[in-house]
Nanobody, 120 residues
């Protein structure tokens, strides 16, 4: 079984910074893509940023220039550095891992979510 454990959420004032981390553990062959999504009450979960195994990245327009995603392949960890935070960034942030399991079947796993609250 694969687990994703997130850390780093919290409360911050507008203009501040937070760094989210997510570590994948368990048995699997390889991780293709890791990333972050976020969700607010009554809305669908939306993409924040993803990073592929070759380090190519993708960002939502709303976070470009403010957020930076990175990964440590040796530790199966992904980070999200969030700068210039805005109240609109308030959400539960979920870590995603798209991976190949030991049967080489592609699977997607989600973390439990971490709350980010930005006060104005």
């Amino acid at each position: 079984q694969v687990q994703l454990v997130e850390s780093g959420g919290g409360l911050v004032q507008a203009g501040g910074s937070l760094r989210l981390s997510c570590a994948a553990s368990g048995s699997f062959f390889s991780i293709n893509t890791m990333g972050w999504y976020r969700q607010t009450p009554g809305k669908q979960r939306e993409l924040v940023a993803t990073i592929r195994s070759g380090d190519s990245t993708n960002y939502a327009d709303s976070v470009k220039g403010r957020f930076t995603i990175s990964r440590d392949n040796g530790k199966n960890t992904v980070h999200l550095q969030m700068n210039s935070l805005e109240p609109e960034d308030t959400a539960v942030y979920y870590c995603l891992a798209d991976l190949q399991d030991l049967q080489y079947i592609r699977r997607t796993f989600w973390g439990q979510g971490t709350q980010v609250t930005v006060s104005s």
